[in-house]
């Protein structure tokens, strides 16, 4: 089956650095990419889709200067959270079609900001 | 935007009962799915469902796409079926999907 491959799995950074997540689909073309934030016992909620080589289309509410998606190339897609905040603190997702097997996610990004 | 409504929230089995998860949505759809969340974060696709019936092994789901719901069946639940079920569909009108509040499952041995 299809694979996303979503590194690092965990991270604590400090207040104020920035954080750098990747989503990477391994033996398929990932045109589009969906990320996903989820704090605590609740659900997912789209931040931002992206499509290969064009801008990301943000959700409202989602602050385009504080997460920076990439999405430079079919295989690889990056959000960083940059001067990060602890309310920052989530669990990170990515999500993409095109595998033929419905919508494939990353296994998540575990993000806590002291 | 879709509306997604899903009950119970919380359910506790034990090992061996049969569940019912209900999806209700509020407008039409042209897909839908549900997945697990496992206690570990990772989302598993379950059913691509958009209307009608399907089964895989344990597990079987129905939308009635007229009526604005989809249930998913659990059949011998086991301690690993253990986590959260979400139901995401997604509009007609564009290609996000919309996922509910989930319903979390704790299956004791």
């Known amino acids: 089956g299809a694979v996303v491959s979503q590194h690092p799995s965990r991270v604590i950074c400090k207040s104020g650095t920035s954080v750098k997540i990747e989503c990477r689909s391994l033996?398929?073309?990932?045109?589009?990419m969906f990320w996903y934030r989820q704090f605590p016992k609740q659900s997912l909620m789209l931040m931002a889709t992206?499509?290969?080589?064009?801008?990301?289309?943000?959700e409202q509410g989602v602050e385009k200067d504080k997460f920076l998606i990439n999405h430079a190339s079919l295989t690889l897609s990056t959000l960083t959270v940059t001067s990060a905040h602890p309310e920052d603190s989530s669990f990170y997702i990515c999500?993409?079609?095109?595998?033929?097997?419905?919508?494939?996610f990353g296994s998540g990004t575990r993000l806590t900001v002291v | 935007g879709i509306q997604v409504e899903q009950s119970p929230p919380d359910l506790i089995l034990q090992e061996g009962a049969n569940s019912t998860l209900r999806c209700n949505f509020s407008?039409?759809?042209?897909?839908l799915q549900w997945f697990h969340q496992n206690p570990w974060g990772q989302l598993i696709n379950l059913f691509y469902?958009?209307?009608g019936t399907k089964q895989n092994g344990r597990l079987s789901a129905t939308t009635v796409a007229t009526e604005r719901y989809s249930l998913l069946y659990i059949s011998s639940s086991q301690t690993t079926d253990s986590g959260v079920y979400f139901c995401?569909?997604?509009?007609?009108?564009?290609?996000?999907?919309?996922f509910g509040q989930g319903t979390e499952l704790s299956v004791k041995p």
């Open positions: 999500s993409t079609t095109g595998s033929g097997y419905g919508y494939t």
């Open positions: 033996d398929f073309q990932a045109t589009t």
């Open positions: 407008d039409s759809v042209n897909n």
């Open positions: 469902i958009p209307s």
């Open positions: 995401a569909p997604r509009g007609n009108q564009g290609g996000k999907l919309i």
């Open positions: 992206s499509n290969e080589g064009s801008k990301a289309t943000y």
